[in-house]
């Protein structure tokens, strides 16, 4: 394990559930989108929706499912499918109440701020998503799990070998993603949990106290900051 560094915390960030809802977006396109561009009855577009959540709770991408459950679809449709998709979840996207402040607020205590979360179906995208919904210029260090390390506990090793911070907080929506790491990462490095909930739930429920959970990124920050001289 490389050596810390006294004074160093770094403030490691999910993005979707954690400082966006980029969720409303999906039921729009599976209702709608979907059915006019793939001919699916209304009763198989809600079956898809659910599927979709079925999905997100197990960490599938869309071309890992898609090809199996929507009828007819080919190569070239899934590209088309797959715009649309991320042009709807993208203009319904919001940033989260209090995630601005909060971010500032941890700059302003000089916390070292990344985002580690992985990538979106369409390759180079998490970036740009992160410029437009203005939030970018937040984070000191950009990894992109899938493009620039292959699992999130990568991502966090890196961080650590390249910083060597006195403390380390990654937080997640996902108590899955958080398991992962727990059995992969030291204890050293904090897991945390964002409270988080969409059109169906069970994605983001969580065994009760196998994380440390948290309302919002405020609450995260505050919890950090009192073990700060």
């Known amino acids: 394990m490389t050596a810390m560094n006294s004074g160093i915390i770094i403030l490691a960030l999910d993005y979707d559930g954690v400082l966006v809802d980029s969720y409303r977006g999906i039921a729009d396109f599976y209702r709608r989108d979907l059915r006019?561009?793939?001919?699916?009855s209304k009763e198989e577009a809600d079956f898809l929706l659910y599927m979709e959540y079925l999905?997100?709770?197990?960490?599938?991408?869309?071309?890992?499912?898609w090809f199996k459950f929507i009828p007819g679809l080919t190569e070239e449709k899934f590209d088309e499918l797959i715009t649309r998709y991320w042009e709807r979840r993208i203009e319904e996207t919001v940033v989260l109440p209090g995630v601005v402040e909060a971010l500032k607020l941890a700059r302003s205590k000089n916390m070292l701020?990344?985002?580690?979360?992985?990538?979106?179906?369409?390759y180079g995208l998490k970036r740009e998503r992160l410029e437009y919904d203005g939030l970018a210029g937040f984070f000191d260090e950009i990894i992109v799990v899938g493009?620039?390390?292959?699992?999130?506990?990568?991502?966090?090793?890196?961080?650590?070998?390249?910083h060597r911070p006195t403390r380390i907080v990654y937080v997640d929506?996902?108590?899955?993603?958080?398991?992962?790491?727990?059995?992969?990462?030291?204890?050293?490095?904090?897991?945390?949990?964002?409270?988080?909930?969409s059109l169906w739930d069970f994605p983001w429920k969580t065994p009760s106290g196998l994380f440390m959970e948290f309302r919002n990124l405020s609450e995260v920050i505050r919890f950090i900051?009192?073990?700060v001289k």
């Open 173 to 197: 929506d996902k108590a899955q993603n958080l398991y992962v790491m727990s059995k992969r990462l030291p204890p050293s490095v904090e897991l945390f949990k964002i409270s988080f909930s």
């Open 147 to 162: 493009e620039d390390a292959p699992t999130r506990h990568d991502a966090i090793q890196l961080l650590i070998e390249k």
């Open 113 to 122: 701020i990344a985002h580690v979360g992985y990538r979106d179906d369409i």
């Open 55 to 65: 999905s997100e709770g197990i960490g599938l991408m869309r071309e890992d499912w």
């Open 225 to 227: 900051l009192r073990d």
């Open 36 to 40: 006019e561009l793939m001919g699916v």
